[in-house]
T-cell receptor, first 109, second 116 residues
Framework: SQQGEEDPQALSIQEGENATMNCSYK?????LQWYRQNSGRGLVHLIL?????REKHSGRLRVTLDTSKKSSSLLITASRAADTASYFC?????????FGTGTSLTVIP | GAVVSQHPSRVICKSGTSVKIECRSL??????MFWYRQFPKQSLMLMAT?????????EQGVEKDKFLINHASLTLSTLTVTSAHPEDSSFYIC????????????FGPGTRLTVT
């Protein structure tokens, strides 16, 4: 099975609220990446965090990585209706690249 | 889950030659296929979106004359790297989706291209 598992599977929030998605994985990694996918479209890279990093920011995005717990979280602050999409984490273990099952985020205007 | 295959899994070619990579959906009809490339320790980059029977839509910065994409059937898309150069060496991954308005996307195992 894929290494990355995300929760929740689906999340629905009001515009302006924060959205938090979590990703867990099983083995050691070089880095972890978060992607966004709009319906019917390809994946778009959001942010990459390396195994020796604990937190990273990009605009309204904040990613944390806890290698001891083998988990990562993606926080989207002040959400907008345009943030509605599926979000995937992906782990790069060197020889393999695994995607999680994704979290479907709906932001209600 | 749905199965997507890629062929070859690994290819080494000389500079100036062309390489074709196949992406097949084995147990479903893929109306849309996506092509990505990944440099070592970096993220996947979407190269193009391919819909069966129509021209591919390329992302900004991707040369369509260099990366030829053909999606002639509902189960097969091909990516041809023309006149390959060492900087084209990368990991190429395809994914397939069975519905135009769906989030579901199934990834192939990838093709490692090395251009010498």
């Amino acid at each position: 099975s894929q290494q990355g598992e995300e929760d929740p599977q689906a999340l629905s929030i009001q515009e302006g609220e924060n959205a938090t998605m979590n990703c867990s994985y099983k083995t050691s990694i070089n880095n972890l990446q978060w992607y966004r996918q709009n319906s019917g479209r390809g994946l778009v890279h959001l942010i990459l965090i390396r195994s020796n990093e604990r937190e990273k920011h990009s605009g309204r995005l904040r990613v944390t990585l806890d290698t001891s717990k083998k988990s990562s979280s993606l926080l989207i602050t002040a959400s907008r209706a345009a943030d509605t999409a599926s979000y995937f984490c992906a782990t790069d273990a060197g020889n393999q690249f695994y995607f999680g099952t994704g979290t479907s985020l709906t932001v209600i205007p | 889950g749905a199965v997507v295959s890629q062929h070859p899994s690994r290819v080494i070619c000389k500079s100036g030659t062309s390489v074709k990579i196949e992406c097949r959906s084995l147990d479903f009809q893929a109306t849309t296929m996506f092509w990505y490339r990944q440099f070592p320790k970096q993220s996947l980059m979407l190269m193009a979106t391919s819909n069966e029977g129509s021209k591919a839509t390329y992302e900004q910065g991707v040369e369509k004359d260099k990366f030829l994409i053909n999606h002639a059937s509902l189960t097969l898309s091909t990516l041809t790297v023309t006149s390959a150069h060492p900087e084209d060496s990368s990991f190429y991954i395809c994914s397939a989706s069975g519905q135009a308005d769906s989030y579901e996307q199934y990834f192939g195992p990838g093709t490692r291209l090395t251009v010498t």
